[in-house]
């Protein structure tokens, strides 16, 4: 299954399997919650009667809805197919789309005119807009994989994200553009990856006790902050990088941090090679889209997609928060 696949191509298609995802046991409706007790509204053909495609009322309650309801989707005036090409593009790729290249995809191209150039069809704000909406639907995790503390063996270290700064090596110092991002991964399971506003114990130490069983093996660097958790997590190992250490095996287990920098290799080819910019505003949801695709390395691009769509009910449109009062 690919790009070319009918729910990608056809509005209808799409709606369809929309339904077949976020509806398995017949529709919802989003007012009562009553499950398939809905009646389908027919289209009455030369008026303009139930003119909304895949119109339902609710027997019990009466209120009229549609799949998009209450989704990332709802009152978008972009085509359903393209939501769900987009989806499918940043689920299948490792590093991460750009909203420009998005928009080649979902667009295409205007012909050339004479010696003009050609011109991409589309917005590039509505490319990114989606991108966005979608990175955001994927951060809301089901709340039983974020209540579910880390264990087994879990690595934790930090990075800096951000711009090359010149003349400047090491770890940066205040005033740097730079963001760290802790991450946690279990090995062998998922990771979850953190940008906060400095690496420090006060930053750091709240959630490795909130993510990391206490029962786990924590497998660090020698940065002294991490020694200071070692009430939080008991079995603590640490691995000098300074020595050149990087490996070291032990009698039930092998002590390194290689794991959870790899991650960090894809996290940073997708800022340097992908989207060569990326702001400290948006930084937790790039971190969320790269933890989403990692976490999902054994499923298929097709199993990873319907994943992120499921993510997307109970969600609406809009990305901040209302406003009170």
């Given amino acids: 299954m690919g790009i070319l696949?009918?729910?990608?191509?056809?509005?209808?298609?799409?709606?369809?399997?929309?339904?077949?995802?976020?509806?398995?046991?017949?529709?919802?409706?989003?007012?009562?919650?009553?499950?398939?007790?809905?009646t389908k509204l027919?289209?009455?053909?030369?008026?303009?009667?139930?003119?909304?495609?895949?119109?339902?009322?609710?027997?019990?309650?009466?209120?009229?809805?549609?799949?998009?309801?209450?989704t990332i989707f709802e009152d978008s005036h972009i085509p359903l197919h393209k939501w769900l090409m987009a989806i499918h593009l940043m689920c299948s790729s490792k590093k991460g789309v750009s909203a420009l290249q998005l928009q080649r995809e979902l667009w295409g191209e205007q012909p050339a005119k004479g010696g003009e150039k050609k011109q991409l069809?589309?917005?590039?704000?509505?490319?990114?807009?989606?991108?966005?909406?979608?990175?955001?639907?994927?951060?809301?995790?089901?709340?039983?994989?974020?209540?579910?503390?880390?264990?087994?063996t879990v690595e934790a270290d930090e990075t800096y994200v951000g711009g090359r700064e010149k003349g400047k090596r090491g770890i940066p110092g205040a005033g740097s553009k730079k963001t760290p991002v802790l991450a946690l991964l279990e090995r062998g399971g998922?990771?979850?990856?953190?940008?906060?506003?400095?690496?420090?114990?006060?930053?750091?130490?709240?959630?490795i006790q909130q993510h990391v069983d206490p029962s786990s093996h924590l497998v660090t660097d020698?940065?002294?902050?991490?020694?200071?958790?070692?009430?939080?997590?008991?079995?603590?190992?640490?691995?000098?990088?300074?020595?050149?250490?990087?490996?070291r095996h032990e009698a039930d287990f092998t002590v390194t941090t290689n794991t959870v920098e790899s991650f960090f290799a894809i996290?940073?080819?997708?800022?340097?090679?992908?989207?060569?910019?990326?702001?400290?505003k948006y930084l937790g949801s790039y971190c969320a889209e790269r933890d989403f695709v990692y976490n999902g390395r054994k499923l298929t691009d097709t199993q990873r997609t319907d994943k992120a769509i499921k993510a997307t009910?109970?969600?609406?449109?809009?990305?901040?928060r209302p406003k009170e009062g």
């Fill in 121 to 152: 069809k589309g917005s590039y704000r509505t490319s990114w807009f989606m991108c966005h909406r979608i990175r955001w639907a994927m951060t809301q995790s089901p709340m039983v994989d974020a209540l579910r503390k880390l264990s087994g």
């Fill in 5 to 38: 696949d009918p729910q990608y191509q056809s509005e209808d298609a799409a709606r369809a399997y929309l339904e077949s995802i976020l509806w398995p046991d017949g529709p919802q409706c989003p007012g009562c919650g009553v499950i398939n007790e809905a």
């Fill in 313 to 320: 009910i109970g969600r609406r449109l809009m990305l901040n």
């Fill in 190 to 207: 998922d990771v979850r990856s953190f940008p906060i506003k400095r690496a420090t114990l006060e930053n750091i130490k709240p959630i």
């Fill in 42 to 70: 027919q289209r009455e053909e030369g008026t303009d009667t139930h003119g909304r495609k895949g119109l339902y009322q609710c027997k019990g309650c009466r209120r009229q809805f549609t799949i998009t309801v209450g």
């Fill in 222 to 247: 020698e940065a002294a902050l991490y020694f200071w958790t070692k009430d939080a997590v008991p079995q603590h190992h640490r691995i000098n990088h300074h020595s050149g250490e990087y490996v």
């Fill in 267 to 280: 996290l940073k080819r997708s800022n340097y090679g992908i989207y060569h910019h990326m702001s400290r």
